[in-house]
């Protein structure tokens, strides 16, 4: 990998940061964050802005430049990646590092006397913003919104915004039709004395609707806007394609159907205009719902006494609590998963020895068996396929310079999943295709009694992830061991493989109490640089325990594996494991062999059977 | 307990609210909150404004009376004693109950348009008026701060502040002189281009001048502030109390020393002027530290440019990780309270049979016996002293019309603490004197599994207290079971009891990352309502762990028990533990029968000494 070289592009940023054409007046500082004006965390092309200047191409950073530094702060996954990426113009700020200042303190520090910032308004949060604002204020700084986008002024073969073709999801897949969602939407809305509401997630929009796109690669979204009040659904999107018969049909856009569910759909980006205009004819207690994630060019179109900003939309949270219809989904996905990744183990075990497997054809090659699977539609995000050393870096991709050859002496870390259209799925294996070390069974044991502590958890409804994390570092914690990274998040349901509101990190975002329905991952690790990678994941379900008693009536909640597919028993230390362990390993294993065995029968895949039945043995 | 009768007070604050020699116009509603001017948790008996007026005086609780209305909010611990202390003219308003309505919706809801609500700015924190005040706002009335008390122009016989004698503490206690904590913090306010720093919370002035008091009861402190200059240190304190010549020769008022180490006293009052004065003269750049749980009246002289709030001030991060003479005699305070509770228990195991014993002759005893140890200055706390049904009160305190009198046949629960010139300590036992349930035993066993499981963590340096909260609650939540508190708070060395900033909580308030030589407590509990309490409490200091490993350099921590007092092998089925957690109990009791077993035999005290022998034998 070798870096991007960014003197001239910083310096037109530089000259741009100056020119009158976009500022009134100059500024000393220019902030680009990661995100598009959804704030979605996978973005389009057209939205790399942040890489564009830096080089560093991971799914979470943030560029400032001035005029005499350029710096990109990122977190632990990618410390060394985004130094290989980007040239001796930056400096990386390596986030969670004692040392490290945040990026106000960074700009207090290096700005002369009073500076302004700038930052386009539609890609800044309106929380982000709000904070930003203040540091700097309080330095005698300012920040400014700048309309015109000044990585978009200097790149001159950016790519367009995409408008893929929609897919209309019956009640088959999604359990609710949309008018259902929205009645619920509107009574929730009703019971908080909330007149409108602004939807600016792509997959709560995407979810809404009950429709689908592949705007963004890996993830089914498309881009859009929504506008709820109580007698009104107002639809911004790209107009062309509201002219597919299946979409207008599903959208009841030609069949009037009820007043107050007919959908009036607008342009994209007429969302600014129409937002105005709904404020404009507010009454004086009317209050607009927005998430305080939201940009900050469509927050402030709400006046401050209107606005009802909230961490999360009831659509989040009505999204990540699967119902019915959709956990079946979701099962089957598994399966269907499960078969696949069966497939490759097999292939793999035969292939290696040979010399020719390497981490891009190895990805390559579950990627083709997923496909054979019925429903599919795509990868859920990069597969992140990788031997040796490269199994250390988080959120490894591997590219044709990195690219190893699978072999008996190094461990394989292979975290994938795909879209089908039934579900979401995302799954880690990590294997050894020879003898592992004493030293990779004892570490690979632990990640797997951290999982086991998760997976197998007792808890009373209500508790909220994070108090669930230190489970999963218990066994590593107690032999000086971690790992740099949350222990789960949530997960969609043929939607983003990463989704809010829950998820089970030692970060206390305001993260919603777990509830039956929920799906999240649980996916402890350990990592030595330069060595190896290991990491166990379970897409696992929320559902009701029933332990012996029941403090105050308060229920109990525990987690259901969703993924299926054999952890590897030659790379555990089985004295290191309890009874109750052992006993958790052969259970899964048990449901594995029956489930996904049935399937593989069905499919009539025979060597990924006996690769199944081999790795399903009970361990002692 | 019969309600105080508060109708003619009511009427007397009413026409207080009206009366011009107060306020410039009338107000529609009083704010009375629980603390005093430091925002204290315990607080003088002339600081009581909110039980003055409602009747209701448990420690946390915030009264507010309008034209019409007189309604007071606490948590849980307090619902029974509140609705028995208040007569009907209160409402009680249940806090943590989705049905109550905050204080701020409440006063929206009750208040003609256009209200004027008063509260004294000294007794409320910068915080809260801010959260308050913008509430109010947001539905067109104002918040206003009312100089005199309302409640102390209507109190006739309100207690005049307390003034006792100040103690000092040389270098053998502290381990630093004064002149030393002076400079740290001088060097913290010059790294962080602080020009000022206001010093209001007792405990911190106490700590920073190694002096004590005992103007509040339980809580070694005086009423004092402090405003430190990188030239001045400016003292505001009772004049009176500096005629005593071993405080002016600590303070060194007498003896001119370097100059920037020369202490300018001040009448306590006189803190306002001085502040303003101060602030008239800052330079355009200067900062002024303030915490910002002070009161608004403090923090509002500060210019909103100059004042720099922080949420935990040096201060408090400094005393909270106690150097080598505190750890030293905090251990020698815990010795000698073993000693005491040693003594009690074997004197309780001969008394109980008689049917003589009640919570308060237990609790009497417990004093008298910790009052013989060298350097008692008093309790720590209210001892919670509970047999049977009354140990499910968390925060009991017997009272003569609920003492209850021990017994063979219900669990007992001391809660109980004191303070030694040399430390403070606080220890939970739960025992029983016949012979337990199995099922008192079994949930008393989840408890010391819960206590063992956080004491003998191993966790990487950087760690938050509220990580390991969950480990406490993992045997309880398997079976369905939990308490409703949190696990720890921090102890001071010889101050409060309770201290920030580090602590072990399923709430994730911002708690400072755990490091060496920080102490909490760990104090896990199950309560059955109606029938019993089981809480087991250690006070435990953090220190250094050496695992196998040392993942990144980064160090690994562990807790090591002060509290030294063995726990009831009685109440444990020992079938329910693991082997290691049978080893952690068997090593506990060696150390407490090898270090208290040396300091009773030196004092001489055998029927203890039996009685520990007794107690700490190794369990199968």
């Known amino acids: 990998m070798s870096p991007k070289i960014t003197v001239e592009l910083l310096r037109q940023l530089r000259q741009a940061m100056r020119n009158t054409k976009y500022i009134a007046e100059p500024i000393q500082a220019y902030i680009v964050p990661s995100g598009d004006a959804h704030q979605s965390e996978y973005i389009a092309p057209c939205d790399c802005r942040r890489e564009f200047i830096c080089g560093f191409n ?34 990386l700020m390596k986030m969670g590092l004692k040392e490290t200042l945040s990026q106000e303190d960074w700009l207090i520090s290096v700005l002369p006397d009073n500076s302004t910032v700038g930052v386009d308004p539609w890609i800044i949060a309106a929380d982000q913003w709000k904070n930003m604002s203040k540091a700097l204020a309080s330095a005698g700084h300012s920040l400014v919104a700048v309309q015109d986008n000044l990585i978009d002024a200097i790149w001159r073969d950016r790519p367009t915004r995409p408008s893929t073709q929609l897919l209309t999801l019956g009640l088959g897949f999604t359990g609710l039709t949309w008018q259902d969602k929205m009645t619920a939407l509107r009574s929730k809305m009703a019971e ?101 994630k939201a940009s900050c060019a469509l927050t402030q179109v709400i006046p401050k006494a209107h606005r009802s900003p909230i961490p999360y939309t009831h659509l989040c949270l009505a999204k990540a609590v699967k119902n019915a219809t959709e956990i079946q989904g979701m099962k089957m996905a598994h399966i269907k998963d499960a078969v696949a990744l069966c497939e490759l183990f097999a292939w793999l075990e035969k292939e290696i020895p040979k010399g ?16 054979q699977q019925k429903d599919f539609v795509g990868l859920s995000f990069p597969s992140i396929s990788s031997v040796g050393p490269n199994g250390a870096i988080i959120h490894y991709r591997p590219l044709p310079e990195t690219n190893r050859t699978l072999s008996l002496n ?87 493989v990463h989704e809010g509101p829950c998820g089970i990190s030692y ?26 990678g290991i990491r166990i994941e379970n897409v696992v379900l929320v559902v009701p325990a029933k332990p012996k008693y029941n403090y105050r009536n308060k229920g109990s909640l525990t987690f259901e594996p969703l993924t299926l ?35 593989l029968e069905r499919q009539g895949r025979k060597e990924a059977m006996d690769w199944l039945i081999r790795e399903t043995q009970p361990i002692a």
Not at 356 to 371: N, W
Not at 424 to 451: I, Q
Not at 467 to 486: I, K, N, T, V
């Open 356 to 371: 020719t497997v390497t981490e891009i054809s190895a990805a390559d090659k579950a990627e083709e068996l997923r496909s």
């Open 410 to 496: 190094e461990i394989y870390l292979l975290d994938s999943g795909a879209q089908y259209i039934d579900g979401t799925t995302d799954v880690t294996r990590t294997m050894h295709f020879g003898s592992p070390s004493a030293y990779e069974k004892e570490t690979f044991t632990y990640v797997l009694k951290g999982h086991i502590a998760v997976s197998a958890a007792i808890f009373p409804n209500g508790t909220k992830g994070h108090l669930l994390d230190s489970f999963a570092r218990q066994a590593l914690w107690e032999s000086g061991l971690d790992y740099l990274h949350g222990t789960g998040h949530g997960v969609g349901c043929f939607l983003n």
């Open 507 to 532: 970060k206390t975002f305001a993260d919603e109490p777990l509830e039956a329905g929920m799906i999240v991952s649980d996916e402890p690790g350990y990592y030595e640089d330069g060595l190896f």
């Open 565 to 599: 597919v054999p952890i590897q028993a030659k790379m555990v230390n089985t004295d290191l494991l309890t009874q109750k362990e052992r006993d958790w390993v052969n259970e899964y294993h048990r449901q594995c062999r029956e489930t996904i065995g049935a399937e």
């Open 58 to 91: 991971g799914s979470a950073g943030t560029a400032i430049v001035t005029e005499k530094h350029a710096a990109m702060w990122t977190d632990g996954r990618y410390f060394l990646q985004a130094s290989q990426q980007m040239d001796n113009n930056w400096t």
């Open 192 to 292: 908080r004395k909330i007149s409108w509401f602004v939807a600016t997630a792509l997959d709560e929009i995407a979810w809404l609707f009950n429709l689908r796109g592949s705007d963004i690669e890996y993830n089914p979204v498309f881009f859009a806007y929504a506008i709820v009040g109580m007698n009104t659904i107002r639809l911004f999107v790209d107009i062309k394609r509201l002219a597919v018969p299946t979409v207008r049909e599903h959208l009841q856009l030609d069949t009037p159907s009820k007043a107050e569910l007919s959908v009036q759909t607008a342009p994209y980006e007429s969302v600014f205009t129409e937002l105005q205009a709904v404020c404009a004819s507010l009454g004086p207690k009317e209050k607009v719902w927005i998430s305080d």
